[in-house]
């Protein structure tokens, strides 16, 4: 791929930040994966272009206009390219928010799901270290119940981590996704 150069300049009227990312390419061919048969519009972008192109927009707010110059050392002999290269760029990210849409839908499910599962198990694992605990006061009846009641809390670990913790990166992805779903692209050409 090539050079880029991110710069920000805030936005005049409206309260959401501009960033600008420019990108250097000899042609417009290196920016999608070679591999992919389809046409510009339905291409995937290149992995290292589009790792790189979301390194770059990780490091901002989701709640951005990113602006994406790409510099080209040969324009096709169709002509300006920005309109075919805005829309696959476009095509590409809005694709990729909706996988992750779907994966957090999955992810949220699953949740539901470890929950109850977590809730049922706490409630059989408590409900045994209590009758355990009617049962007798020595050591084994102590381990016994002791080791339920951990057992049983333990299981409700998965569940809370996906509430507390794992939903909100996904979260974030896709709205980082989005943001470059909506990115106003231009192609000039340059040396």
């Known amino acids: 791929m090539a050079n880029a150069r991110p710069t920000h300049h805030p936005a005049k009227k409206d309260p959401k930040p501009v960033h600008h990312l420019e990108l250097r390419v000899r042609e417009l061919g290196q920016l999608f994966n070679s591999m992919d048969p389809t046409p510009f519009l339905n291409k995937d ?3 290292e272009a ?4 979301e390194t770059w927009a990780m490091r901002f707010s989701p709640d951005m206009h990113a602006h994406i110059t790409v510099h080209l050392a ?5 002509g300006d390219p920005s309109a075919m290269l805005t829309e696959a760029i476009h095509n590409h990210f809005n694709y990729k928010a909706e996988r992750v849409r779907h994966e957090l839908r999955q992810l949220l499910k699953q949740g539901r799901l470890s929950l109850l599962i977590g809730v049922l198990f706490v409630a059989v694992c408590l409900g045994a270290a209590d009758a355990i605990g009617q049962m007798g006061a020595g050591i084994a009846f102590t381990i016994a119940r002791e080791s339920l009641t951990i057992v ?6 998965r569940p809370l981590q996906i ?5 909100w990166p996904i979260l974030g992805r896709t ?10 692209i231009r192609v000039v050409q340059s040396a």
């Open 152 to 157: 049983g809390w333990v299981a409700m670990w």
């Open 45 to 47: 972008l290149d992995r």
């Open 175 to 184: 709205r980082i996704y989005k943001c470059l779903g909506g990115a106003h």
């Open 163 to 167: 509430f507390l913790y794992d939903w």
């Open 74 to 78: 040969q324009l096709p002999a169709e």
């Open 50 to 53: 589009e790792a790189f192109i």
